[in-house]
Each structure stands twice: as structure tokens, then as C-alpha cells.
């Protein structure tokens, strides 16, 4: 491993470098907005109770797609992604929706994010005491306007550096997608490094950009959940200085 | 003669073996206010939130203006658009300022427009003397100021009656007061209330009628100046001289 080497490596093979950045990070955002869409349905869902007021119908089919998302949770939370990729690449997004790799990739971390971002959102969700949720209730609003107005912002924000580090994991986890041939960052690396027989130089490279990546990615996301909880709205401050600055405000 | 609002018959509530309502017959009419009173796990709390619904009775009846609010027939959401509820711990909604906590009742259920809202809002806020913090948040306020929110946003919904768990426990003893005076005011310009309180100078003060709750039933009721005073049951003596005299 010589660092001058890699130096002049990653000059020439610049272009293929850059290629692989853009196809893993476009893959680890989107699958990442995909997946959290996923899980806000999937965990909103799960977030649905029972009620003894229910029809049978209704309890039924709360029911069912309790079994449902359960399902899918478990499944793509206790089997790698990797094995999950291959599966559903040949089996079914290649053959059936004749995707390509990259799109396919797309949906693969999307879908296996949303079993992630499900847990996530259902925890944020359970963090919002459930005295608000009551108070909506008692106001006669219906559970759809409760969530959306009332939990969901709540449990988003308090969330938010759960579901960041997702994307942190995606970044880094996309590198599996290279066994059905995704040109991300890993599987460019090992392109360029079979072509020239030279493993340690190139991979060392590659682990510098991924950590660029996580790091910079990393330093965005705690600027953002710093701004969230600076909000107005949520920053605790002494009786007097509020009603100082209220009533200056009005 | 005064309408009847609402009249509770036989009411039944059980949380798995534990039987927390066991029968219980009242009812309420137009501007009347109701204390509930009676010792910690009597069921005042779950009587309360029946009446919205928030608990599901097992059993009896709850009429509400004659029709039976248990039967099925009626929209839930649509009858707790008519029943406003204060609770113990506040419960604003810590994702909007003080003003919008009372404009997002008559705007996303009452299909109001943003400008009627405000008004409105504006108005009871004022009411509860809370108007200069309208564009606070509920996390920058005092208990005392919260309540007070509370019952300003449940007002918005023009309710034809009031339900208040326990408004002041959550509070300093030094800002009861401001939070009971409002309660007070509502009660002289005739809103139907009824209220669980351990507060018994104001109880005996504000209430039309006081219901002493033992153990799942209504052991006692009557006008404050008889109940507090000349009690005829044993457990209602009890009672009141533990939280009187203590
Ligand atoms: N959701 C619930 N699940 C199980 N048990 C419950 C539930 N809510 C209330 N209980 C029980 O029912 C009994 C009556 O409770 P309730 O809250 O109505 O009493 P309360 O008179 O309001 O008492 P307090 O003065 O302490 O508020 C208590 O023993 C309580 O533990
Ligand atoms: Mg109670």
C-alpha cells in the first residue's frame, strides 16, 4: 500500500470515482425519502389501535394489516440486504418489471428502509404522550386528522435523528447493491482495481470517500436537528424572558 | 322548564377485572354545574371521560339532549364536537403556538375559516386572559397559563358542556386561583359544567349540585350547603373530614 500510489490512482480513475459517488448517493437518498414515505404509512398503521367502539369489519381489517406490516417489518429487518437484493432482483424486478440495476437498487434500500423507518416512525409516534392525541380527540377531530396535525410533526421531529441515521447506514450498506451489478461506489472500486491488479490502493480510497461522505452527511443532519428543536415553538425559556419578548412580539 | 343535557343510567365500566363503574344514574341540565368529588380511584375520572366517549361504557346509558350516545347510531366524532374537555395535565399541543392550539378545532372540525377561527380564538383567549401570549408556545408558559389555554381552546368549539379532570391538581397551589376564577366566570354566564375537583371551597362555591363518588358509585349527592354540611351517608363523612380537616 503506497499513499503516493493512491494518490495518483485516484487522479487518473477521477471520472469512475465521481460516477460511483453520484450512483450511491442518489440510491442511499432516495431509497431513504422512499423508505421513510414507506414507514409513515406502515407505521401510522401500526399506530391504528383497536378500538371496543369498532365494527367487526372495521377490527377485522385493523387486524389484517396489523399481521400485514408485521410481516414485512420482521421479514426485511431479519434477513440481510444483501440476500434481499439478489431475491428480488431475479425474481421479480428484473424479470417482471424489467427494471435495470440501479433502479432496482432504488427500490431494494427503499424497501428495506421502510421496514427500518416503520419501527422508527412508531416510536416517534409512541413518544408523543398520548394526552395530546386525547385532547384532539376530545375536540372531535378523527384519528387521519389527530396523526397528521397533531403526532405525526411531533413524531417526526423527535425522530428526525433516528431516521437521519438511516441514511447514514444507507450510504455505506448500498455498497451490498454490487452483487447485482449496481455501479456504486464499491462496485467502481473493485472495476478499477481488478483492471490493474491492485487491491489495497484503490479500497483505500474508496473507504477515504465513504467516510467523506458519512461525515459531511453526519455534520448536515445534526445542523438540521439542531435547527428543528431551536424553533420557536420549542425552545424552553424563563417566565419573564418570554413574556418580555410576547409581548414585544404582539 | 330546563332542558335535560345529559342523564347517565345504570353506567358500567370495567378495565379487565376491575370494576370502576358500577352503576351509576345522574344527570345534568342546562347551565347547572356539577362537581364530582370523592377519594383518589373512585371512578370520577373514568364517569368523566364516558360521558366523550373517551372510555367506552360496557353497560347503562348515556343520553345526551334524549338521544343514547352508546347505541351505536351516533358519530363519535361529531358528538365530542359538543362535549369539550379540560384535563389535569394541560395537554396542548406542543407542535403550535398558543393561538393555533385554539384555532385548529373550529378549523380542521368545525370547517371554519382561518379568519372566523382567529377571531374566535382571539376572543377566549382574551377571555382568559391570555391574549398577549397568543403567539407563544405551550412549552414557554406557566402551568397556570396552560390551563387556562386549555379552556379557551375547548371554548372554541362553542361546547354545550364542559368537563374539567381535576383542572388544578397539576398546579401550584399559589395558581389555583387564577385558573378557578376563570372556571367561575364560565359558570355565572350558565355553561354546563360538570367537574372533578378536590378543591372543596370552590366545589361547595361554584357547583348547582355535588356528587360524592365512592368506590364506583354515586354514594351521595345533593345541594352544596346540604352535602358539605349536614352529609347523610357515613362514607361521606368520612370523606370530608379527611380532606377538610387534615
Ligand atoms: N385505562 C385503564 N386501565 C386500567 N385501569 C384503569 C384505567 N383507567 C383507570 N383505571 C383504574 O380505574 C380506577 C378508577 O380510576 P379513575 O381514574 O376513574 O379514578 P379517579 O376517581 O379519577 O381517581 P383520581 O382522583 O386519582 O384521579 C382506578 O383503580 C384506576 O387504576
Ligand atoms: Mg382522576
Known amino acids: 500500500m503506497s499513499f503516493t500510489k493512491a494518490w495518483e490512482l485516484f487522479q487518473t480513475y477521477l471520472p469512475l470515482f465521481a460516477y460511483g459517488i453520484r450512483i450511491t448517493l442518489f440510491i442511499s437518498l432516495s431509497g431513504t425519502i422512499i423508505g421513510l414515505l414507506i414507514g409513515l404509512v406502515v407505521g401510522g398503521i401500526r399506530a391504528i389501535k383497536v378500538e371496543p367502539r369498532d365494527s367487526f369489519l372495521q377490527s377485522f381489517c385493523k387486524r389484517f394489516a396489523h399481521a400485514l406490516t408485521s410481516i414485512y417489518i420482521e421479514v426485511f429487518r431479519g434477513t440481510p440486504m444483501i440476500v434481499q437484493g439478489m431475491f428480488l432482483y431475479h425474481s421479480l424486478l428484473k424479470p417482471v418489471f424489467g427494471l435495470n440495476s440501479v433502479w432496482a437498487g432504488v427500490v431494494i434500500v427503499s424497501i428495506n428502509t421502510g421496514a427500518y423507518m416503520a419501527e422508527i416512525i412508531r416510536a416517534g409516534i409512541q413518544s408523543v404522550d398520548i394526552g395530546q392525541s386525547e385532547a384532539a380527540r376530545s375536540l372531535g377531530m378523527t384519528p387521519m386528522q389527530s396523526m397528521t396535525h397533531i403526532i405525526l410533526p411531533q413524531a417526526i421531529k423527535n425522530a428526525f435523528p433516528a431516521m437521519g441515521n438511516e441514511f447514514v447506514v444507507n450510504i455505506k450498506d448500498t455498497s451490498v447493491l454490487n452483487v447485482i451489478s449496481v455501479t456504486e461506489l464499491y462496485f467502481e472500486t473493485a472495476k478499477i482495481a481488478g483492471s490493474i491488479f491492485r487491491y489495497a490502493e484503490p479500497f483505500f480510497i474508496s473507504a477515504v470517500l465513504y467516510f467523506i461522505m458519512t461525515f459531511v452527511t453526519t455534520r448536515i443532519l445534526r445542523f438540521i436537528e439542531k435547527r428543528l428543536n431551536h424553533t420557536a415553538s420549542s425552545y424552553p425559556t424563563s417566565q419573564t424572558v418570554v413574556e418580555a419578548t410576547v409581548k414585544g412580539q404582539l | ?246
Open chain 2, 1 to 246: 322548564m330546563v332542558e335535560t343535557i345529559l342523564e347517565i343510567k345504570d353506567l358500567e365500566k370495567s378495565f379487565g377485572n376491575l370494576k370502576v363503574l358500577r352503576g351509576i344514574n345522574f344527570s345534568l341540565r342546562q347551565s347547572e354545574v356539577v362537581c364530582l368529588i370523592g377519594a383518589s380511584g373512585s371512578g370520577k375520572s373514568t364517569l368523566l371521560r364516558c360521558v366523550n366517549l373517551l372510555e367506552t361504557p360496557d353497560g347503562g346509558q348515556i343520553l345526551f339532549k334524549g338521544s343514547d350516545i352508546l347505541s351505536g347510531a351516533i358519530d363519535v366524532n361529531v358528538h365530542r364536537q359538543k362535549i369539550g374537555m379540560v384535563f389535569q395535565q394541560f395537554n396542548l399541543f406542543n407542535n403550535m403556538n398558543v393561538l393555533k392550539n385554539c384555532m385548529i378545532g373550529p378549523m380542521q372540525v368545525l370547517k371554519k375559516s382561518e379568519a372566523q377561527a382567529k377571531e374566535k380564538a382571539l376572543h377566549f383567549l382574551n377571555k382568559v386572559g391570555m391574549l398577549d401570549f397568543a403567539k407563544a408556545s405551550p412549552l414557554q408558559i406557566s402551568g397556570g397559563q396552560k390551563q387556562r389555554v386549555a379552556i379557551a381552546r375547548a371554548l372554541c368549539m362553542d361546547p354545550e358542556v364542559l368537563l374539567f379532570d381535576e383542572p388544578t391538581s397539576a398546579l401550584d397551589p399559589e395558581i389555583v386561583d387564577e385558573v378557578l376564577s376563570v372556571i367561575r366566570d364560565l359558570a355565572k354566564e350558565g355553561l354546563t359544567m360538570m367537574i372533578v375537583t378536590h378543591e372543596m371551597a370552590f366545589a361547595r362555591d361554584v357547583s348547582d349540585y355535588v356528587v360524592f363518588m365512592d368506590q364506583g358509585v354515586i354514594c351521595e349527592a345533593g345541594k352544596p350547603e346540604v352535602l358539605f354540611t349536614k352529609p347523610t351517608q357515613e362514607r361521606t363523612r368520612a370523606f370530608l373530614s379527611r380532606v377538610l380537616h387534615h
